[in-house]
C-alpha cells in the first residue's frame, strides 16, 4: 500500500516475483480505479506503460488492490506500442505523411489523427470507430474533389487503412469484436468483458481471481472451515478443459469496507513485532499469544476509528489478522478443506496459480496466486520452525505445520535446484488418522485384509508398506499403528513429522517420537537415521515404527531385525510398486545384504490404480505377500514372495490366494505357534482372521446405516479393539479358543449399545 506522502496518481515499476509490476497509487482519489468505467484512468495508465514497456502486471492501490493480471496488461501494453509505433515511427503527424503537396487538407487531417492519438490512449474502441468514420468522409471526399487533389487524397486514404488495419488485429478489438453490435460511441460497459481487476485487500498481498469465468459450469459448491471462519468453495468446469477450476471465495473476501480499513491498520502495527526465531518452535502457543494481542488491538482501533465491532466479528478479524502476519495466509485458509490432499505452489509462484489435489475431482487449478513477499514469508518461517536450513547450499526442505487439527507436510526447494525460485508441495494429512474400518468404508482394502492385518500386527511381525508417491503408505502405516495393543510401548523414528503420534497420545498410547536428520541434508545437529535406529534399541522392548526407510539407515534396521533386538511389530514405510521392486530398493540402492532382507516378513504394496477414462485414479491395496526365508540369492526366482492377497480388478477387491485358503502361509504358521491351541490348528487361526475382518466390516455396516459416523474413527477404532481383547480373552478362558461364534455376538450386542447410547 503506498505511504500518504506519495502523490496522487504517481507510480513506480516493482521487480515481483519474476515480473516487473506497475504500482499506480490512487489512494485519495475521489473514485474507485478502474480501467473499464474511466478514460482518464485507461490513458493515465497507457501513459505509463509507453514509459515502461517491460511491464507484466497493473496494480491501483487504494483502500484495496486492484490488480490487472498479465494477459489484461498485454492488451493496454500492445495498444502503448501502437501508439508509440504511429507516432515515432510511422510519424503519422508529419506534414509528408498528411499531405504530398501543399494542398489545403493538412490543417484538418493533423486535428483528425491528433484527436485519434488521443482517444487511442484512453478508448481504443471509439478510436477504431472514428478511424473508421473519417476513412469513409474522406472517400466521399475523393470522389467529389478536383482531379488535382486526387492523388494526395488517396494517400491519405491508404495512410488512414494502415492505420486502421493496425488497430483492427490488435487483441484488445479482436476480443471485443463479437460485442459490437448495439455499440455506441463512448460506452465504456464494452470492457467489462474483458478488464476485470481482481481485488485484493490490503491486508494482503496473495492475489485472488474472484469472478468466476462466465463460461464455466458450476460442478459442486461447499462450504469449509468452521464457526465464523468459513470459506465457499465451488468447483467449476470450462469447455475444453480437462482440469476443473477450484474457486475458493474466503472470508477475507467478503469483508465491510470499515473492517478492510480496521484490518489494515492493525496489520501495519503487528508487522513490526514480528515473533523472534526461537518462538516460532512453538507454533501454537506463539499463535495463541498474537490472537490475544490482535484481539485487543483490533478493539482497540474500533475504538479509535469509531467502527462498531461485536464479538463474533472480533474473533473473525484476529483469525484474519493472525494468519496474514505470522501465518501462512490463503494457504490456511485452503488446508481447510478436508477434501483436499495435495497442495502445489509452482515456481515462478507469482505468476502460477495454485493446483490442489481434491479427492473427488483429481488436480484442480485455484483462483489463488500468492505474491513473492507471501512465498519468501512463509520460507522463513518454515525455516524457524524446523530449525532446518534453506539456502543455495541447501536448497531442499522437508518439514511439517501444525495449526490446531491441521496437519500437513511441507516440501519447499529453491535456486539452484528450482532456477525459477521458491516453489512448494504441501501434503495434507487427516486430522484424525485413518482407521483400518474407515480404509473398508471407502475401499482401499476390505473387511478381509483388514482382519488379516490386525492379525498380523497382533502376531508383532516385521512389514513394509510400500507404493510409489501419493498412494497412502504412510497414512496406512498409521491406521496399522491403531491396531498395535495401547499397553504395548511404540517408538516412532521420522525425519519429517506424518505420522499421527499425537493423537496416539491422546488415546493413551506408550509412545515415543524420535526426529533424526532427513537424508537429503549432509550437516545439521540432528541425529542421523541409523544412529536413532541403534539409540531405540537401547530404550527398552518397544514396536518400532520407520516414518519412511529411505537411506542409509535401513542397515541399521535390518541389523535390530536379524538380531531379535525387537520383540514386536516393527513396520516402515518403502517406495516400491511390487515386492521385488522393494527388495531390489532395500538390497541395490541401499546396500542392504539380501540375507539380511529375509528379516521382512510381509509387504503391504498400495498403489494407484487409473480409471479407464484416464482422468482419474482411486487409492487401493492391491498385494500383500509374505517374505519366506528359504532362498539364498533372489527372491523372485527363488520363490521367495508368495502372494496371501491379490486384487481383482475387474471386482475392485482384494482376494485370498490359494495359498492363504489352503493354510500354506509360513508367516501366519509362525505368529500361532506362539499361541495356545493355534499352533497346528489352521480352521482356528482362520476363523480368528474373519472375526477380526467381521467386526470390521459390522461397524462401518452400522455406521452407514446409523449415520455415526464418529465410530469409523480412531478414537473408538481403539476402543472396539480393546473391548475386543477382553471378549476374547473372557472367551477363551471358558472354551479353550476365542471362537467368532462366541466372540462377535457379545462385541456386537456391546457395539450396539454404544451406539444406541451414544456414549463415545
Known sequence: MPSKEEKLYSYEVRREGGEDVLHINYLGAPFVPSLADYPEVMSRTIDALIENPGVSRIIFAQQKNYNYDNQETMLLLEIAHLYVYLLRQEKILSHEKLTSNNGPYFNQRYNEIFSFLFLLRQDPVSAYFEIKKIIIQTKILFDRAEQQYRNDIENYIHLLEKILSLLENTSIIQKLIPYFEGYKKGDRTIYDKILKPDV?????????????????????????????????????????????????????????????????????????????????????????????????????LSQTQRIKLNYADLNKLATILVRQTIGFGLVEVILQDKKLQDIMLNAPIPMTNIYVRHQDYDECKTNILP?????????????????????????????????????????????????????????????????????????????????????????????????????????????????????????????SLELPVESLRKLEYDILRM??????????????????????????????????????????????????????????????????????????????PATSFKATDLIVVCNPIKTADGLHSIKRVVQVSEVRKHWKQDPQLEKGFVDLLNYNIEKDELEPSSDLINGDSEVIKSVASNVKGWAGNWDAIYDNILLRGKIKQEIVNVAKKTGYSKILESGFNTLSNHVFHEISDKVRQEIGLPLGERVFPEWQKWLNNEVKTKKF
Open 200 to 300: 485484493i485487500p490490503n491486508f494482503t498481498f496473495t492475489r485472488l481471481v474472484y469472478d468466476i469465468p462466465a463460461d464455466a459450469e458450476i460442478i459442486d459448491q461447499y462450504t469449509v472451515g468452521e464457526d465464523f471462519d468459513t470459506s465457499t468453495v465451488t468447483i467449476l468446469k470450462r469447455k475444453d478443459e480437462s482440469k476443473l477450476i477450484y474457486h475458493i471465495n474466503p472470508p477475507e473476501n467478503s469483508l465491510d469496507e470499515d473492517y478492510n480499513i480496521l484490518l489494515n491498520l492493525a496489520r501495519g502495527v503487528l508487522i513490526e513485532h514480528q515473533p523472534k526465531a526461537e518462538e516460532f518452535t512453538d507454533v501454537e502457543r506463539i499463535r495463541n499469544v498474537f490472537f490475544n494481542i490482535a484481539k485487543d488491538l483490533l478493539q482497540d
Open 371 to 495: 505474491s513473492q513477499s507471501d512465498i519468501d514469508s512463509w520460507a522463513a518461517k518454515f525455516r524457524m520452525i524446523s530449525g532446518r536450513p534453506l539456502d543455495e547450499a541447501n536448497p531442499i526442505l522437508d518439514t511439517q505445520l501444525e495449526i490446531g487439527k491441521l496437519r500437513a507436510r511441507i516440501a519447499i526447494i529453491q535456486n539452484p535446484l528450482s532456477p525459477d525460485g521458491l516453489a512448494y508441495a504441501i501434503r495434507r494429512h487427516r486430522e484424525e488418522p485413518w482407521t483400518l474400518p474407515l480404509y473398508v468404508n471407502n475401499r482401499m482394502l476390505n473387511s478381509f485384509t483388514a482382519g488379516l492385518l490386525s492379525f498380523l500386527i497382533d502376531g508383532a511381525r516385521t512389514l513394509l508398506v510400500a507404493g510409489t508417491r501419493s498412494s497412502g503408505k504412510t497414512s496406512l502405516l498409521g491406521s496399522l499403528m491403531l491396531e498395535i495393543i495401547p499397553k504395548n510401548r511404540i517408538i516412532v523414528i521420522e525425519d
Open 515 to 592: 526426529k533424526v536428520r532427513s537424508a537429503l541434508l549432509k550437516t545439521t545437529t540432528e541425529v542421523s537415521a541409523d544412529d536413532g535406529i541403534r539409540t531405540s534399541l537401547r530404550l527398552g522392548d518397544s514396536c518400532l515404527i520407520i516414518g519412511e526407510v529411505r537411506s542409509v539407515e535401513a542397515k541399521a534396521l535390518y541389523e535390530a531385525m536379524r538380531v531379535g533386538a525387537l520383540a514386536n511389530v516393527v513396520a516402515g514405510t518403502i517406495h516400491g510398486a511390487s515386492p521385488y521392486g522393494v527388495f531390489d530398493r532395500v538390497v541395490n540402492d541401499l546396500e542392504v
